[in-house]
């Protein structure tokens, strides 16, 4: 009987926890930035310069100016991401790639080998680059997976996609940020 007092115990105080950090999360501004971005406010995309998964270089969005660039947040257990890779590298090969948008994903909250391996399940040829501990995922607040931003030329935040993105809805998006 108490081995199943301290295990309740135990639960309700992990439930605790994760109502706490939610709470923090959402009172502390670390949304903030996506919910700038859907205001329409257009906000200086964070910047960052991640390594990619393959370990042969970095990716800097600063290196990127000037160019439309669609940043997606995922990571390999993710369902919804798993749903999406295809949608997104089809776009990246057919529309993106070939008009001059940058594609970068960045996987976080992950480990290094699930994310090559997920990668290749998926053929996914666009930038890939790994936030080993987190920060650029934080930086642009986000809160589940996955996530995207559409960042224009000058370096704002455009668009900002909670959950799995379309490729209209991709289309439509970079239309804003100012691509024909």
């Not at 205001?39 to 160019?67: E, H, I, K």
């Not at 529309?95 to 090559?116: H, K």
């Not at 000058?154 to 289309?171: H, N, S, Y």
């Amino acid at each position: 009987m108490k081995r199943l007092v301290a295990i309740a115990v135990a639960v309700a105080l992990l439930a605790l926890g994760v109502v706490l950090a939610r709470a923090i999360m959402t009172s502390s501004g670390a949304r903030a930035f996506p919910s700038e971005v859907a205001s329409g406010a257009r906000p200086l995309a964070p910047d960052f310069t991640l390594r990619t998964l393959d370990g042969t270089g970095t990716v800097s969005l600063a290196d990127l100016r000037g160019q439309i660039v669609v940043i997606n947040f995922w990571a390999s257990w993710c369902d919804p991401c798993k749903e999406e890779a295809p949608v997104l590298e089809d776009f990246w090969q057919t529309e993106a790639e070939p008009n001059g948008v940058a594609f970068v994903g960045i996987d976080t909250q992950d480990l290094s080998d699930d994310a090559r391996a997920f990668a290749k399940t998926y053929a996914l040829t666009y930038p890939l680059v790994h936030d080993a501990g987190g920060e650029v995922g934080r930086d642009y607040g986000v809160g589940a997976f996955p996530e995207t931003f559409v960042v224009d030329a000058q370096g704002r935040a455009v668009v900002w996609f909670p959950g799995a993105i379309t490729a209209k809805d991709l289309r439509a998006a970079i239309s804003k940020a100012g691509a024909p």
